[in-house]
């Protein structure tokens, strides 16, 4: 191959590229807010980003979101484990994260130890694999859901312990257990104000007595249990 040759077939490859990484970002937000700069197409406030492995690559998406930087919000939405892998390869600096929803996909919790460093407010964990024993620290964290994912006792304190200034918090369908709850401390955050809990397996005289103790430890907080007068 000529050496004029070899030049095209490398600007075939980066003008491909940077397509398919404005083609990936341009299908999530205005394009009123983009704007060229230099060599660059630049978004000029934080993206919010939906991806679904059957509308695009993850290493395209990955690397996308790597090269143009701030992403606010990000929606996950049935993504198996080997795409979810090839995407966060590529994607590493995630600190600019305020708002994290995972539905239907594989995440696990390697996945989710790489957003540590970003400053989470709000996270909804929906049918995956995360349990809640590495959440990173999120100090702004105040709503936080997971529902049909196996989140542990331990998985509750750690999370405690991570998100001190929670004011909502919700557990559908998880592993977490009475005596989990009851041990964890969730009670006397002083910033919750609601902590709903279905699908817990446990008789009722023992979520009765849940409930009691909840409002003994913080008469403030509003605890919603799988109870009939509910």
């Not at 590529?90 to 540590?116: I, K, P, T």
């Not at 964290?141 to 006792?153: F, I």
């Not at 913080?218 to 109870?227: I, K």
Request: net charge negative; charged share 20%.
């Amino acid at each position: 191959m000529s050496w004029l040759g070899l030049l095209l077939a490398l600007a075939t490859v980066w003008v491909a590229v940077r397509w398919t990484h404005f083609g990936v970002l341009s299908g999530n937000g205005d394009k009123d807010l983009w704007s060229h700069e230099g060599d660059s197409w630049v978004w000029r406030q934080p993206l919010d980003v939906d991806l679904n492995e059957d509308e695009v690559g993850a290493v395209s998406a990955g690397a996308a979101l790597e090269h143009y930087g701030s992403v606010r919000t990000l929606t996950l939405r049935r993504n198996t484990a080997a795409w979810l892998d090839a995407f966060f390869s590529q994607w590493r600096h995630r600190q600019s994260v305020e708002v994290l929803m995972v539905m239907y996909s594989e995440m696990n919790d390697a996945h989710l130890a790489g957003f540590a460093g970003a400053d989470l407010k709000s996270a909804i964990f929906n049918n995956n694999l995360v349990s809640g024993e590495v959440f990173p620290p999120s100090p702004h964290l105040t709503y936080l859901e997971y529902n049909g994912t196996p989140v542990t006792d331990a998985g509750l304190r750690h999370l405690m312990r991570q998100c001190p200034h929670l004011e909502r918090l919700c557990l559908y369908a998880t592993g977490v257990t009475v005596a989990g709850v009851r041990a964890s401390g969730v009670f006397k955050m002083p910033a919750l104000k609601r902590l709903e809990i279905h699908g817990m397996q446990a008789p009722e005289v023992e979520l009765r007595a849940l409930k009691k103790n909840a409002a003994e430890a913080n008469p403030a907080l509003h605890l919603y249990l799988d109870l009939p007068d509910e």
